[in-house]
């Protein structure tokens, strides 16, 4: 088999990059070592910057999500119960974001790809890219018993933090930038309204809360927690009480107390691998960065790289030039590490860090009252949050 790029991982940043490059007329082929519905069921955020919106349109693939999707203009801090909004469509001229989970993108990337004859191989074990470094690289995989090799120009590595690809660029090229956070996320998901329209980030004395949604039905929920707790430790009764105070009185009067359908513990990290290219491999997605979930970032971020990436792919491969190829690392980092910035900066600004004592409580409070009372300062929040400008 050949093709001219080979994508490794059907997640978000392989499934958009495939439509990208089927719609400028790039061959592409896509290898995910587990099957639709794993991908597709894999929980994970649902806050659309507007550059994911604009490209779901762009793409033909926002007509469910224009009905069902949820647009938030602004969003809620809280400080030890006190909730103040930020309206962020005010503060930067129009822009919003979109509620719209990220299982519901994979459904409409995947049935799109479907119709469009995007080709995808599932169950596919033991990738490996081959030759990065060469004028002819190559993947390798097994299915079903059987070995393959695709043949292609270049790999696009979309597999993820856990994947083969950063593997695949050398240790003395491949520099790592990493903060691990000494907290995790509970998350519940419940059919129940939920507490209020738009998101609420609440920095409380007993750690960060989060009230959160996937519909106008459909809540979700967080709590900041030890790294040491078990799922077990949190009965639905103990999370709802501690979201309740964590989250203040006015927020949780508005509580719906429903069973919880899911429940999990996530930790939080950030996370940068540069360079994002290595011979004729790229990286784009988690392969290449974690951010903490506070700010929203990491599809979004996937969705920036791949945009960049596929520029790039397509000037090569019909404009006969390889600027775009050449600057894409520097040019997708720039805005990675802006956006790791800006998700480090709100983690700081609403976790209690258990290395931290009372003057650093007291500047988080400082921090919140000042943010309130500025419109500048809430101007630099809402822009960041809603997503900045492809450069």
Not at 176 to 187: A, I, K, N, S
Request: glycine share 10%.
């Amino acid at each position: 088999m050949r093709t001219q790029v080979a994508i490794i991982g059907a997640g978000p940043a392989g499934l958009f990059l495939g439509h990208l490059l089927r719609r400028a007329d790039v061959d592409a082929v896509i290898l995910e070592r587990k099957d639709r519905s794993y991908v597709e069921g894999r929980v994970r955020a649902g806050v659309l910057e507007q550059i994911t919106v604009d490209l779901m349109q762009r793409l033909g693939l926002g007509e469910r999500m224009r009905r069902e999707g949820l647009v938030h203009g602004g969003t809620n801090l809280a400080s030890d119960g006190e909730v103040f909004r930020i309206d962020m469509a005010d503060l930067t001229g129009g822009s919003t974001v979109m509620v719209y989970g990220q299982q519901e993108v994979m459904k409409d990337l995947f049935d799109a790809a479907e119709r469009r004859d995007v080709p995808i191989v599932f169950d596919a074990e033991d990738v490996q890219p081959h030759d990065v470094d060469g004028d002819h690289p190559y993947v390798t995989w097994r299915k079903d018993g059987v070995e393959h090799r695709l043949d292609c120009d270049f790999i696009a590595g979309c597999d993820g933090y856990h994947g083969v690809s950063r593997a695949a660029i050398p240790e003395g090229v491949l520099k790592t930038f990493e903060r691990v956070y000494p907290f995790g996320w509970l998350g519940i998901l419940a059919e129940a309204p939920p507490c209020d329209h738009e998101l609420i980030y609440s920095n409380h004395e007993r750690g960060f809360a989060l009230a959160s949604m996937r519909s106008p039905t459909r809540s979700r929920y967080y709590v900041q927690c030890s790294l040491d707790d078990r799922i077990e430790d949190w009965p639905d009764e103990r999370f709802w009480d501690e979201v309740s105070i964590r989250l203040g009185p006015e927020a949780a009067s508005r509580i719906v107390r429903a069973p919880s359908f899911e429940k999990s513990i996530a930790p939080l990290r950030s996370f940068v691998a540069e360079p994002m290219r290595h011979g004729r491999l790229f990286l784009a997605g988690d392969a290449a960065h974690i951010v903490p979930p506070t700010g929203a970032k990491g599809m979004n971020l996937a969705v920036s790289d791949v945009v960049m990436l596929s520029e790039a792919l397509v000037d090569y491969f019909h404009g006969g030039s390889s600027a775009g190829i050449d600057g894409y690392s520097a040019r997708a980092l720039a805005r990675v590490w802006k956006a790791e910035r800006f998700s480090w900066w709100f983690t700081s600004l609403t976790h209690r860090f258990p290395d931290r004592d009372g003057f650093d409580r007291k500047m988080q409070v400082a921090e919140l009252a000042y943010i309130k009372g500025s419109r500048a300062a809430q101007v630099t929040l809402a822009e960041n949050y809603v997503g900045l400008p492809l450069v």
